[in-house]
């Protein structure tokens, strides 16, 4: 990750992420440490642009996934939302 990606978090916070071995890992640290990923920041985490998903309608690849993301996740609800920045479609995948 970029380290202007990791401003804002204690040394320690760094150390942890820098840790980590996967997204998932990532995402559930945020989610430990209380800390509330950006657009920016999630889009790395998942890979970057939504972790390659095309949007449905456009086809654009320019597509982020919701920060809301980590909390559907951690409630156990299997849903993941993306936008497109491109022609601005919202869709969600079970």
Do not use: F
């Not at 760094?14 to 889009?43: D, H």
């Not at 949007?55 to 909390?71: H, Y």
């Amino acid at each position: 990750m970029r380290n202007e990606l990791l401003k804002g978090l204690t040394d320690e916070q760094v150390k942890k992420v820098k840790a980590c071995k996967s997204s998932q890992e990532i995402l559930e640290l945020a989610k430990s440490e209380g800390v509330e990923l950006n657009e920016e920041q999630l889009a790395a985490v998942s890979g970057g642009c939504g972790g390659g998903k095309k949007c449905p309608k456009c086809g654009s690849t320019n597509v982020v996934r919701r920060t809301k993301d980590v909390e559907l996740k951690s409630s156990g609800t299997n849903i993941i939302a993306y936008d497109c920045k491109d022609c601005k479609h919202s869709w969600v995948v079970y």
